[in-house]
């Protein structure tokens, strides 16, 4: 079935915008990029947005759709009913470049932030020898597609621009998990998550959880096993009396 869809897409830069009306040709089993595609080939040729893989794996096709954060390539036309407008804008939390295309930079930032794998000392890389139900709890993090969906959602830096400095946000916590419970990692990045990364900022409301398109279980499987190593590593009382008793900096 081949109609006209009525689009509402954000037009600007840095210093402001707005919203403008299309019509646009859908045809029958198309997602929101593609009409965003023929929008750009029949009236809008200098309307920017950030796509790849158009397959749901690389991220970067990361918008709001009707005030959902998703994926423009993963989102089919079929979900919304031909007499609905489709009002397109670019993720709220990060600086706008121009209409669709934000500067996702901070999350670069903090990743370079992130304390790399350690192996165990004088093992080689050739020398990794682990199960495979050793690794099944961090392998879920590895289908991250850095959409920074999760990002965008979560109110600590929607809300807050202030917290930026000193706050990683759940894309890195996921990280920050899966190097902590890689069999092979030797690095206690315990003090770190809290201090440098803020984990103590999140109070898992699990909004990041809820639209990871990769269904990622971002809140119950990273997010509150890490708070709990932390709670574990920092305001366990044996472990505290263990270590004003001999001097230990870590259990």
């Keep these: 079935m081949t ?58 096709c990361s918008a709001e759709i009707n005030g959902f954060p998703r994926l423009l390539c993963m989102t089919r036309m079929s979900m919304f009913s031909p007499d609905q407008t ?24 903090k990743a370079r932030e992130m304390p790399a794998f350690k192996p165990p000392e004088g093992l080689k890389p ?11 709890r961090s392998q879920e993090f590895r289908k991250c597609i850095e959409c920074f969906l999760c990002q965008n959602v979560c109110h600590v830096i929607r809300d807050h621009e202030e917290n930026k400095p000193r706050f990683a946000g759940p894309r890195m916590f996921i ?45 119950d499987n990273a997010i509150i096993p890490m708070k709990e190593r932390v709670v574990g590593h920092r305001y366990d009382p044996i472990a505290w009396a263990g270590r004003k008793i001999f001097g230990r900096k870590s259990d």
Aim: hydrophobic content about 35%; some cysteine.
């Design 3 to 60: 109609y006209n869809a009525q689009l509402r897409v954000w037009r600007g830069d840095i210093d402001g915008g707005e919203l403008q009306n299309f019509e646009v040709e859908v045809n029958e089993g198309e997602v929101v990029l593609d009409v965003i595609h023929r929008l750009q080939a029949t009236q809008t040729p200098d309307l920017a947005v950030r796509w790849n893989c158009k397959a749901g794996k690389c991220g970067s």
């Design 86 to 109: 489709i009002t397109v804008t670019p993720v709220r939390t990060f600086p706008v470049i121009r209409d669709l295309v934000t500067d996702v930079s901070y999350n670069y930032v």
């Design 126 to 136: 050739g020398e990794y020898r682990m199960q495979q139900k050793d690794v099944e």
């Design 175 to 219: 990280r920050l998990a899966e190097l902590e419970m890689h069999p092979l990692d030797t690095a206690d990045r315990r003090d770190f998550a809290q201090d440098d990364a803020g984990l103590g900022l999140c109070n898992i409301t699990k909004c990041c959880t809820e639209v990871c398109p990769e269904g990622i279980k971002i809140t």
